[in-house]
């Protein structure tokens, strides 16, 4: 999805033909102290320029005396994958003395930052110095560990004061496959999504034990009473239910910046893997997890002493604690979301709708007074299977961020292979479940191709066979030039040096860095075509790596007037940059070609 909507922005900047802003144009940033006396900052940037959570730190010199003690921060969004602002951010920072020191005191305080534009050029990372005076005998002395640099994005990990999520860019923090879904989505996207994990849970062999509870009891209530109140009743109990799902959102809402802190450990990442493959075991049958019958008969006996809509209401608050941990795969995965969103309030309405969601079979079938009480059989053993598979998927994508894409891609491929046999796709027996067995045919054709494709040492799941696409074109480029690799460089003598030694031939060069998403984008999805490859033959190729940023780096990007990757520049045989071909930003296979057959 990242992938798509990044081509989706970068073929509408090509369209437009954007003129990139300078970055004194795209950032404008401001420090200064208020009446509290604290360091007000702010990074004011211009319309389609977007910064990076995690490339923002604040420093003051530590000879000063002074400590940066809190910081107050506005949330940041899920931007093509990454935390980031996209309107101008404001940060105010308290401070205080960890020396003896009084009177009013000038210091330098520095502001860095990272952004890009949403046409695909990405800015270097820049730091701005700003002189203030600080009134230091408003100041408070520090207690805690001096601290001369804040990277934001830790200290929102820290501070529960300011109420917004913790973030870790560089590995996704999104604990499981349901917060992944559901990100950055709006307020009813959200509730009719976990709605629909509502009525998927409803499906599942834990909460069928509530159906002989909900129907027992409001035959014994209702007896001759009509459906009306059968219905009321069935809705009560199901409204119950919901209470303590919300309760449990809202704490969780509450807590979510521990409980995302918690999920971060790699342990931790372990633990809950191995929870959703024990989980997946049981509902495969080599174990039963299931709610003793004395356990059942003592909820519904207490339902019907209390009586009336009070005792149903009982019984539902006390139905949803005790399915609650049989189910602990898919809430697990709806309370990490809501921890991540740090919301109480969407927390509380995001579980109160997946309770909805669950108890809606639970309202047809206490309205009936259980007459459609669906019997176990042979469906509820491929839901089994299915919600089985499902658990370990999500457990296998867990450990993506701890495990090498080679072991993660063959854990899906042989869950797939095994699912597709299990569907009984090599049964010589003749049966009329053909749409079973064309289900288990496509699931076995893309595990296959996976399994392929990490032979072949791709990482992409969604196209695993890419990589023997790429992979010809390159050993048809290696064979027919010297010239097919990108060579490195990271300084001007180092390029000047390149430059020299190919005199009088076509070189292109490629400006680039590991931080760059567009650049990332530009390897793997433009350099990668076999066409683009088969025309690269024509130039020398070289990656002029700008990821550290260094003054010499520096310097190679000011020689050649680039202020930001991805740029492509192009020299000629008789040495000149040809400035008109100069490439700014992702661009397609397809335009990228052309352009090559223009130079």
């Known amino acids: 999805m990242k992938k798509l909507l990044l081509l989706f922005f970068a073929a509408i900047s090509l369209i437009a033909a954007p003129k990139f802003l300078m970055p004194e144009d795209a950032f404008k940033p401001s420090a200064e102290v208020n009446e509290k006396n604290q360091i007000v900052a702010k990074i004011e940037i211009a319309k389609d320029i977007y910064l990076y959570e995690e490339s923002i730190k604040l420093e003051v010199p530590s000879e000063s005396g002074l400590v940066i003690a809190n910081i107050e921060s506005p949330k940041s969004i899920d931007h093509y994958g990454d935390m980031a602002y996209t309107t101008s951010p404001t940060f105010i920072i308290d401070l205080e003395k960890n020396a003896d020191i009084s009177g009013v005191k000038e210091i330098e305080f520095k502001l860095s930052y990272q952004g890009c534009s949403e046409q695909g050029l990405c800015y270097e990372p820049y730091t701005d110095a700003f002189k203030l005076k600080i009134d230091t005998n ?31 860019t560089k590995e996704k923090s999104e604990t499981d496959m349901i917060a992944d879904v559901i990100k950055n989505s709006s307020l009813w996207v959200i509730l009719l999504t976990f709605f629909g994990f509502g009525l998927l849970l409803s499906l599942t062999p834990c909460v069928f034990p509530m159906i002989p509870i909900i129907s027992g009891v409001i035959v014994s209530q209702c007896k001759n009473e009509g459906r009306c109140k059968a219905f ?10 919901s209470v303590a ?18 999920l971060q450990n790699p342990y931790v990442i372990f633990a809950f893997a191995g929870v959703f493959v024990a989980l997946a075991f049981s509902m495969f049958g080599f174990y039963e997890l299931k709610i003793p019958d004395s356990i059942v008969s ?13 005792g149903v209401a009982v019984m539902g608050f006390l139905s949803a604690l005790i399915v609650g941990p049989c189910v602990a795969a898919p809430l697990a995965g709806a ?19 997946m309770s909805l969601g669950m108890g809606i079979p639970l309202i047809l079938i206490g309205t009936s007074a259980g007459k459609f009480m669906p019997k176990p059989g042979e469906w509820m053993t491929l839901v089994n299977a299915f919600f089985g598979v499902t658990m370990i998927i999500i457990a296998i994508w867990m450990l993506e961020r701890i495990l090498d894409s080679t072991i993660t891609m063959l ?16 049964d010589s027996e003749k049966t009329h479940h053909h749409v079973k067995k ?39 480029v290696k064979q027919t030039s010297s010239h097919k690799e990108f060579k490195v460089v990271k300084n001007i003598p180092e390029l000047d040096a390149l430059l020299e030694e190919n005199k009088g031939k076509k070189i292109l060069i490629d400006f680039s860095a590991q931080w760059c998403t567009s650049c990332k984008e530009l390897e793997h999805i433009t350099f990668a075509d076999e066409a683009v490859r088969t025309k690269m033959d024509k130039f020398v190729l070289i990656k002029a790596d700008i990821t550290e940023n260094t003054d010499k780096q520096k310097a190679l990007s000011a020689k050649y007037g680039v202020f930001g990757p991805p740029v492509i520049i192009f020299i000629s045989e008789a040495g000149d940059v040809i400035d008109s071909k100069t490439i700014v930003g992702f661009i397609e296979p397809e335009p990228f070609l052309k ?5």
């Open 138 to 168: 408003k100041l408070s002395s520090s207690k805690t560990k001096a601290l001369k640099t804040l990277d934001v994005k830790k200290e929102k990990s820290q501070n529960k004061q300011t109420e917004i999520k913790q973030i870790d």
């Open 232 to 241: 009321t009743m069935s809705l009560i109990y199901v409204l119950a239910m």
């Open 245 to 262: 799902y919300t309760i449990a959102g809202v704490l969780a809402g509450m807590f979510g910046a521990n409980l995302q802190a918690a």
């Open 298 to 310: 003592k909820v519904s006996t207490t339902g019907e002493k209390k009586g009336g809509f009070a």
């Open 335 to 353: 309370l990490v979301y809501i921890g991540q969103t740090g919301d109480a309030v969407l927390g509380g309405a995001a579980l109160f709708s």
């Open 411 to 426: 854990a899906y491929s042989f869950t797939g292979i095994s699912f597709a046999y299990y569907l009984g796709l090599f």
């Open 438 to 476: 064309s289900i288990a045919m496509i699931i076995f054709i893309y595990s296959l191709a996976l399994f392929v494709g990490v032979l072949g040492g791709s990482s992409s799941m969604g196209k695993p066979l890419e990589v023997f696409k790429a992979s010809a074109s390159s050993s048809f």
């Open 595 to 599: 352009h090559l057959q223009s130079i």
